[in-house]
């Protein structure tokens, strides 16, 4: 049986004769790599000296191995490149690893988009560093095609939103030239006078959505605050009614929805706030709106409320014979598959829940959209 000593001595006599083999095996590595590898030294302000460079390394930069050794890694370096060299070295004052974009020149002059993985360690009283220096150029080139797509399709949504919405206010303006044309007969029949009206609202509240979403930066959907208060400025201060109604918007400034949900939701506000104007202050002439949104996990909710002389108790939207009333229950349940009650209290509230998850996008700076 072998004593403890002799153990200890067959060990290190076979961790020996495996040295070179592991010395093949990483040498092997080195030069068969397809990124390029250098092996240099870590000076106090400045990537020092390259002692080893790899096959790949001279393939992307140009450089045969024996002017590499000539080199330092802060050499390969593109001064023009965005970010200072200074920086990353004071990364690495207490960073072990770290990847990174840079760029580096070729020996021809030509500014190269690199990924590099470093890595410090320790040899001999003195600090080296590895870096794996991949060629990322295709990615880049992707990422400016690509970044060059988005733009153009956003100019292009943005410009849709911009034309629907002038043909939109074409149409308004059509509407308006008829009243002047009937204004006559308008004045004498009210019935017709607000149907205009009420027609007029209706297309304002589509072109709000275009507009709403042309003016943001955002063009696939709109916040859901700012929209509420456009709608609230646009309508309850219309010449549907002759009373002055003060409104308020709390929540919904980070839930932002879709354009197709916007339209839908938009219409049913609009008819909810032109009946407000129409019937909720017949004795008075001034009144309160409310708009509250809350936010939940899988929905949002609007209660809209009024402090006017309510609806009648028995009232039921599903079997309403009001067309107003009837578009929006068919649009809340149907259309955007949510729900809607009235809530007893003072005046009328309006409880609509639509379900899904909802994108919502914090302001950092908490600046708010503004209101014409």
């Known amino acids: 049986m072998k004593t403890e000593e002799e153990q200890s001595k067959t060990s290190l006599r076979k961790a020996a004769e495996e040295l070179p083999e592991s010395e093949n095996i990483f040498r092997t590595i080195f030069e068969t790599s397809i990124d390029a590898i250098y092996l240099h030294e870590r000076a106090p302000d400045a990537l020092g000296h390259i002692l080893l460079a790899n096959a790949a390394a001279s393939e992307m930069l140009g450089y045969t191995n024996e002017e590499f050794l000539e080199l330092t890694v802060t050499e390969l370096n593109d001064p023009t490149y965005e970010k200072p ?61 690509l970044k060059q797509a988005l733009a153009e399709r956003g100019g292009l949504l943005s410009e849709i939103h911009h034309r629907v919405n002038n043909n939109l206010q074409v149409l308004l303006s059509m509407l308006t030239l008829e009243e002047i044309s009937y204004q006559d007969e308008l004045a004498t029949n009210t019935l017709a006078n607000n149907l205009l009206l009420e027609m007029e609202n209706r297309i304002r509240s589509i072109a709000l959505v275009h507009e709403n979403i042309y003016r943001s930066d955002d063009l696939t959907g709109i916040r859901l605050w700012s929209h509420l208060n456009l709608m609230a400025q646009e309508i309850l201060t219309s010449e549907i009614g002759r009373v002055y109604i003060a409104y308020t918007v709390t929540g919904g400034e980070d839930v932002v929805i879709p354009e197709d949900m916007a339209v839908l939701l938009s219409l049913a506000i609009n008819e909810i706030l032109t009946n407000i104007v129409k019937y909720a202050f017949p ?75 909802f994108r919502s996008e914090q302001n950092p700076q908490g600046k708010t959209d503004k209101i014409a």
Request: overall charge negative.
């Open 85 to 145: 060299l200074s920086s990353i070295l004071n990364e690495l004052k207490t960073e072990q690893r770290k990847t990174f974009e840079w760029a580096h020149l070729t020996k021809d002059g030509r500014s190269l988009p690199v990924e590099i993985s470093v890595t410090l360690f320790e040899s001999g009283g003195r600090t080296l560093v590895v870096s794996s220096v991949r060629d990322i150029s295709d990615r880049k080139k992707a990422e400016h095609e």
């Open 283 to 357: 004795d008075k002439k001034q009144g309160t709106v409310s708009m509250v949104v809350h936010e939940e996990p899988e929905q949002f909710c609007l209660d809209i409320s009024d402090d006017g002389v309510g609806m009648p108790v028995d009232m039921d939207l599903s079997t309403t014979e009001s067309v107003g009333l009837s578009m929006i229950y068919n649009v809340v349940t149907v259309q955007l598959g949510g729900t809607i009650e009235l809530l007893e209290g003072k005046g009328t509230t309006y409880h609509i829940c639509i379900p899904g998850t």
